[in-house]
């Protein structure tokens, strides 16, 4: 039943909107609880309203049983008939085994794919050709639903009716005989003068290719783990995070993706946390091609990128689009640890002036091949240099001559910094401290008071009760200052049990901007490192 699906998805994965919702309204979520409110199509309307969703939660299956038993208290207003016909309908998946591949799949190590073969009986009518169209129409729902197998089928030669009619198979989880047809159901099969005596079971045999990768992996892994899980799928990549009890299957596991999936081509497994500088990790390949460069593509744009070089995480693009939403025509945005361009390209071709850089070489590469395949030239400069380098000369420059221009209308443009680097962007904040100086600004000719400061916003991990709190004393305590009463932090999404990822937005304080007691070398300092590693920054001209 879809009002229970949505309910349980909501509350394992936080997900606030569900794809296969189609009567989801709205979703109300606030600190302690989160408010689902349900428009059925028919009419029938719940609220269901979950108990705090806490991964780090110690009590977690007794708040999953308190749910649901909230969400059967509140549906009263569902008729019992429709409830009953919608467990029916097989969506809380009674009597699922007798579509389970065999059990002795259990606990399997290396794929074996001729031991998934079963053979299953399901209920056949066979239905005049006149009155397919109606039958399979109104019992939609109930008619077998198994990849690479037909509902509706050719009767055999040797049938006398096969010039005649055509065999309807029903999901063996509903109906075993004719007696389980409800009497609406049976009034539709006499108004088409089907005889429910040519009801029979028929046998079919299923193998391998006809298990989704879900079903087959909850058959293989042991009864008590948990799955797989979610994963990433990435252009031709799929990309897992697989816990230590599932190890000893990880080559199984890759395999039957790569067998289920047909856009996979490369199933690979992450090997260590992202602790590096240049926010990449290890991985192994468990099936496919050790082909790691992939295309992907995010709300119409296009990335190339080497998936083992640079980072890249596609649950960030409901983020990438909130920031980018709220970008302007004539806005200039810096985007300090830029990756391969999903919130840089976006923004430029918003015609925004854009000063995107990453650290990362291999990131900057790429970013400067996706800046042509997106066709953003005109809009965008990009960088190859540490943050705080790049803030301390190209924002202290760029601000500097904004500000100065006689131009109403650009001089007043609002002003961006997008630092997406969770693990340590917080860091990277007292580089804004005493960033441009009276100094400057005397002279630049340019009266303090009348200029707008730029707004940040910075990605942060938290593991706080409190993760809104902690995030911005953090800020502040970087900064030296209060956080102006404008600021927003907002929750981006659940990294892990007790760890939050957040955005924290905000106005940079003026007193914070041209603080004195801050140091801001305007020339920056000509590191020891090989060629490749120092700053390289692109004009327009050279992209």
Request: glycine fraction near 4%; include cysteine.
């Amino acid at each position: 039943m879809a009002l229970f699906r949505i309910f349980f998805r909501g509350l394992i994965t936080r997900t606030h909107y569900t794809r296969d919702c189609r009567s989801l309204s709205r979703i109300v979520k606030t600190d302690q609880f989160k408010i689902y409110k349900v428009d059925d199509a028919s009419a029938y309307t719940a609220k269901l309203i979950a108990l705090r969703l806490r991964y780090r939660s110690e009590q977690l299956k007794e708040k999953i049983s308190a749910a649901f038993s909230e969400v059967f208290r509140l549906l009263l207003p569902f008729r019992m008939s429709e409830f009953t016909d919608n467990c029916r309908s097989g969506d809380l998946d009674l009597n699922s085994r007798k579509l389970c591949p065999p059990a002795e799949v259990r606990g399997m190590k290396k794929l074996d794919r001729s031991a998934f073969t079963r053979n299953i009986e399901v209920l056949g009518i066979k239905v005049p050709f006149s009155a397919v169209a109606v039958v399979s129409k109104r019992f939609k729902d109930a008619l077998l639903k198994i990849p690479r197998i037909r509902p509706i089928v050719e009767l055999g030669d040797s049938d006398p009716d096969n010039l005649t009619h055509k065999l309807l198979l029903f999901d063996p989880r509903k109906y075993e005989s004719a007696s389980d047809f409800s009497d609406y159901q049976k009034d539709i099969l006499k108004k088409e003068s089907i005889d429910l005596q040519s009801c029979k079971m028929f046998e079919l045999t299923m193998s391998y290719e006809n298990w989704l990768y879900d079903r087959i992996l909850d058959a293989v892994l042991p009864e008590n783990c948990d799955g797989v899980g979610g994963f990433s799928t990435v252009g031709h990549i799929a990309h897992l995070n697989l816990r230590d009890d599932l190890l000893e299957y990880k080559h199984l596991i890759g395999e039957v993706l790569l067998d289920k999936i047909s856009a996979v081509k490369t199933v690979v497994n992450k090997l260590d946390t992202i602790d590096n500088t240049f926010r990449n990790f290890q991985m192994e390949v468990l099936a496919g091609d050790e082909n790691f460069v992939t295309l992907t593509k995010e709300h119409g744009f296009s990335y190339e990128f080497d998936f083992s070089k640079v980072y890249w995480n596609p649950r960030l693009s409901t983020e990438h689009q909130r920031v980018v939403n709220l970008l302007r025509d004539g806005d200039v945005v810096f985007d300090m640890f830029a990756g391969v361009g999903p919130f840089a390209i976006p923004a430029a071709r918003r015609k925004c002036t854009v000063y995107a850089n990453d650290l990362n070489p291999e990131s900057y590469r790429w970013l400067n091949h996706n800046v042509k395949l997106n066709k953003v030239n005109g809009h965008i400069h990009l960088y190859n240099m540490d943050g705080r380098q790049f803030a301390k000369s190209v924002i202290r420059k760029v601000l500097l001559d904004l500000w100065s221009i006689s131009d109403e209308d650009r001089r007043n443009s609002k002003i961006h910094i997008i630092m997406n680097l969770p693990a340590i962007a917080i860091e990277f904040l007292d580089v804004f401290r005493g960033l441009v100086s009276a100094d400057d600004l005397k002279t630049a000719g340019i009266v303090e008071d009348s200029l707008i400061p730029p707004n940040i916003h910075c990605y942060c991990f938290s593991k706080s009760e409190n993760t809104l709190e902690d995030a911005i004393q953090r800020v502040e305590r970087v900064l030296g200052e209060k956080l102006p009463d404008g600021r927003d932090v907002r929750l981006v999404r659940n990294v892990a049990p007790n760890k939050e990822m957040l955005c924290v937005t905000f106005e940079i304080p003026r007193q914070v901007l041209f603080a004195s007691d801050g140091f801001c070398d305007p020339n920056p300092i000509e590191r020891d490192e090989p060629e490749e590693k120092r700053c390289r920054i692109l004009s327009r001209e050279e992209i």
